[in-house]
């Protein structure tokens, strides 16, 4: 297995299946291995069980169609079907849907650079393990500020520079996150 | 391209990814996203969390039909229409508030023009052009204004913001942005409320202009 596939988790390497050969095989390993979750998201966001379904479907078909928009420098599987999910439940409860920023995009033709991928690869293993390592009630406020704070009428309080600007960054960020769960284990 | 020193602040980044920012903050949030790999790339850190969280969720059940109406969906449903893109110093979120048309102007005195994008309970939204090294009458207003730098570049008494570079203003602060002199000046606002101009005439004019 080349050191560029090594670094990936299982459902990023059936993304990049759906991405490049619009695999239907791993689609399928897609749809069984996130619908269940996505659809414990939705419900743990308000949403009733045959409504939180019909939402799933929804989010699915938008990761079939806009495959060729994921980048695995940029995130793994988990965290760019995440975000389509919470945008897709947040347009829900707007009256306009949410603006999105700019498709970035790689430069035609330029090859995977798997040094970057398996770094931000093992920099999003080590976050996992961080989380595994909080507490109780320190999960519980992540679980309510990832699944169930939605927008509600309050008002809260030629991209300059280059792709891999933004990867490194999220590679630090990582970083910093991870460092972060790890103080917030300290007594 | 001098780099973008301005930014979103924590505040407001987590209340657009959140979606909690009324529209024409989020549009201007967007737009600097799209601008700035910094902020990008904190919103994108914060998504590798929730992607995190999403693979610990436990599983709630998925009924044996939905699977086959999945696949069955793949072949049924039409791609989802192109999102109007990006165009010249206009990121996309501008140009869909744009309708994709290029910017209408309309004249505001001084050689100040304006575009509004929209104007409704959410607040406003609108384009600035101010021409080089002229001044935009003095206002206040009686909330949040973000200002976001298109092309060219303003001064107030917060500091000089170029291209990509976000003004994160107050209802205490009250500022008479001037353009710079290299350029034309255009920038995006967003606004919670009308703004107050200080001089007389500008606000006989505001119910006309309604800036």
Redesign the interface.
Known sequence: MPAETASHTDPTLWLLAVRDHRDRAAFLMLFEHFAPRLKAMLMRGGLRDGSAEDVVQDVMLVVWHKAAQFDPHRADASAWIYRIARNRRIDLARRKPLPEPDALAEPEGSEPDAAHVLALGQEAALLRRALDAISPDQARVLEQAYFEDLPHSRISEMSGLPLGTIKSRIRLGLDRLRRHLNDLRQP | ?T??THHLSD??L??Y???????P???VA??H???C??C???A??A?????????????????QG??D???A??DL?P??PQPI??SG?F???VM??LGGRPPKWRMLGGGIRQVILSADV?GSLRLLYIPPGRAVPEHSHG??ELTLVLQGSFADSEGRFG??DLEIADDDVDHQPTAGVEGPCICLAAT?APLRFRAMIPRLLQPLFRI
């Open positions: 391209m780099a973008i505040a407001l987590d209340g990814v959140t979606g909690c920012l009324a529209q903050f989020a549009v967007a737009a996203l799209s601008l790999d910094a990008r790339a904190r994108e850190t998504d590798m969390l929730g992607g995190a969280m999403l693979d610990r969720i436990a599983p709630a059940d998925v009924s939905g699977r109406r999945m696949m969906a793949l449903a791609p989802p893109a990006a110093i990121p996309a979120p869909q508030a959410d909330g949040l291209p990509g919670d």
